[in-house]
């Protein structure tokens, strides 16, 4: 990378700046807003990354709006970061260097709906609930449901993954094409509406976990599926996290076409038990959910219930009406909140690895073990079916050495997961938290081509800088 192109984003020129700021200002009136409390609340407010609000948030109202805004940030070299609404948890809304956020909340409308392809049309700012409200009654919904009621173009933009994603896969398997605007203003598209394509390089999935660091997305194209005939829920406590972890493995490996299945350990189901008013067994457990016609969700539901006895799990407690099964899964959603209550005043710090769901239960335990030697309290819970979990830990700021013990563990976790072969984050992204573990993750090639993709697509550094790759202090 050329010393002009690395330097660019470190110095913060406030002439460069203002201009970029008056004619935005002239093009946008008062969709540009500057006030402070608009800008640390665009910037990183759910983790122990610190917060480094934007110089400015500007609310586009089209794709044409984009294009405007990316124009007047590269001719003046002004960082531009896209923001959805905020939900991500490793800093990849934070603007280190200052700049521009893009704030797709005015871009939320549903373009189109094809529902005989099973594929619709969305700008980034619907939010997933939104899209499935109005796909309501075509009998179709978008499957990928990370928990939050996060954006479209946030959802892809951090390849996020969800409680779904062992059977309908992740944001990667959902996207079929992009609308982007590149660092120059330029709008590309990444695909036609084909359900497959082999021509030329993948670019859809290129931009799907690219973080904004290549290019801000304005459109997307999405798989739909099919609302099941028939679904159905319940819980299953067992002795211990690791009959847990080898029930959810056998179940996978058995071929029984799970929807969801999620691990709660015992303290994360105390917590969600005081929070969502449930009266669960305080032990730990597996939600469980399966989609399909009458029969095959009869059959799956009886396959699964003697694999959970191998275990020592039962019984098997249905929620059978639908009321009672958006209860359960709203408690699921609400765990990150329901583990901070559980020690208020406290900060949550919520992280994720994932590893090949063979060696689950190990990772799953050693973790368990870590976290009662480092003396800290951390709820456990995740997509089991397919090796990801997550740890909220919950760390008092003014503790400094109960902070440096928090971050000594998540250093152990990502180790101990990669050590597995598995990976440092499975659905929460890179940002700022987790670049320091790509070299060990990927090596030197990997950080090469990805820096060199970033130098082609965005030579001046503009796009949300200090995100994945390059242009950190410190970085990979």
């Known amino acids: 990378m050329n010393k002009a192109t690395a330097d660019a984003p470190f110095a913060r020129d406030p002439k460069r700046l203002n201009a970029a700021l008056t004619a935005l200002a002239a093009r946008f009136g008062n969709r540009l807003v500057t006030a402070r409390a608009v800008r640390e609340q665009h910037a990183n407010t759910t983790t122990w990354i610190p917060n480094e609000p934007p110089d400015a948030v500007v609310f586009p109202q089209s794709t044409a709006d984009v294009q405007e805004i990316v124009r ?91 409680t779904n994603a062992v059977r309908y896969g992740t944001m ?36 799907v976990g690219a973080e ?14 099919g609302i099941p005939e028939a679904i159905a829920s319940g819980v299953c ?95 699921r959603h609400d765990a990150y909140w329901a583990g901070r209550a559980l020690r208020p005043g406290t900060q949550a710090i919520a992280t994720d690895v994932c590893v090949p769901i063979s060696r689950l239960a190990e990772c799953v335990t050693a973790t368990q073990a870590d976290l009662a030697q480092s003396r800290l309290t951390a709820p456990i819970l995740g997509h089991v079916g397919d090796g990801n979990f997550h740890l909220t830990l919950l760390v008092d700021p003014a503790d400094a050495d109960e902070v440096a013990r928090a971050q000594k563990l998540c250093e152990r976790l990502v180790e101990r997961a990669m050590a597995m072969d598995g990976t440092c984050t499975g659905e929460h992204g890179v940002g700022q938290g987790k670049m320091k573990y790509l070299a060990a993750e990927l090596g030197e090639p990997a950080l090469a081509a990805m820096r060199a993709i970033k130098e082609a697509l965005d030579p001046d550094g503009i796009m949300n800088p200090g995100k994945v790759v390059g242009f950190a202090p410190g970085g990979p």
């Open 72 to 162: 007047v940030c590269a001719a003046h070299r002004v960082p531009v970061i896209p923001f959805g609404v905020g939900t991500s948890l490793e800093g990849h809304i934070n603007a280190p260097f200052g700049g521009v956020s893009i704030d797709f909340r005015d871009m939320n409308r549903v373009i189109a709906v094809h529902p005989e392809d099973l594929d619709c049309v969305v700008e980034p700012g619907i939010t997933r609930k939104a899209l499935n409200e109005h796909l309501r009654d075509t009998g179709l919904f978008f499957p990928i449901d990370p928990g939050a009621d996060a954006s479209l173009g946030g959802m892809a933009a951090t390849r996020c993954s969800g």
């Open 237 to 331: 406590p067992f002795p211990s996290v690791e009959a847990c972890c080898n029930a959810a493995i056998l179940t996978i490996q058995s071929g029984i076409p799970v929807a969801r299945i999620e691990l709660l350990d015992a303290l994360q189901v105390k917590a969600s038990n005081a929070y969502s008013k449930l009266s669960l067994p305080e032990v730990p457990m597996l939600f469980v959910e399966f989609h399909g016609s009458n029969e095959s969700v009869a059959e799956q539901s009886k396959r699964f219930g003697e694999i959970a006895q191998e275990f020592g799990g039962g019984p098997f407690d249905w929620a059978v009406k639908a009321e009672e099964r958006s209860r359960l899964w709203q408690a």
């Open 172 to 207: 990667k398997d959902n996207v079929l094409a992009l609308d982007v605007v590149l660092a120059n203003g330029e709008i590309m598209r990444t695909a036609r509406r084909a359900k497959k394509t082999a021509a030329g390089y993948d670019l859809t999935r290129l931009f």
């Open 212 to 225: 904004g660091t290549l290019g801000v997305i304005t459109s997307l194209t999405l798989k739909l599926a």
